[in-house]
């Protein structure tokens, strides 16, 4: 009798044991959902204060148009731009054709690269064209710069 009393207090032990866990591990069940859906809920807040910023966004900012600075040449028949990032072909067109008047008096090769700030539309190349995989249209120029002055190691051919 003694023996079977001992199995029923272990049995009922376990029992609880096991309610016990269950009762655990649904708690930490509820605390990660809650958990998970409040993150959720800050997610959501972020994207919306982003799409505010967007429609926030002055005339300048939305037209499509990219504010490139980098180092600008024109020579035979050949535009690039060159910025910390990327080189671009430039379309030859009346707006080249002014930006390159603008840098022609801080040049004094023609070979020189001259700082410039300009605005434009920046575009795949198209694959039968040769030349940079990406050009930029000239759409607004706002600021040509002196270079500076560097002691270059280029050797230079013909007359002196």
């Not at 800050?42 to 148009?65: F, W």
């Not at 940079?132 to 051919?157: C, G, H, M, Q, T």
Request: net charge negative; glycine share 4%.
């Amino acid at each position: 009798m003694l023996d079977n009393s001992n199995s029923c207090k272990s049995r009922n032990l376990l029992i609880e044991t096991e309610l016990y866990m269950k009762n655990i591990f649904s708690i930490v069940l509820i605390l990660t959902v809650f958990l998970s859906c409040k993150n959720e809920k800050k997610a959501e807040t972020t994207e919306e204060s982003i799409s505010l910023e967007n429609s926030e966004r002055t005339a300048k900012q939305s037209d499509g148009l990219t504010l490139l600075k980098g180092d600008f040449i024109y020579y035979a028949d050949a535009a690039v731009l060159q910025t910390h990032a990327e080189i671009y072909g430039v379309v030859i067109d009346k707006n080249m054709h002014e930006l390159d008047k603008q840098v022609k008096p801080y040049k004094s090769e023609d070979t020189d690269m001259v700082p410039v700030e300009i605005r434009g539309k920046i575009s795949a190349k198209p694959e039968n064209e040769e030349g940079w995989p990406f050009r930029v249209e000239v759409k607004e120029i706002l600021n040509v710069y002196k270079p500076e002055a560097k002691d270059s190691n280029v050797i230079k051919l013909g007359q002196e």
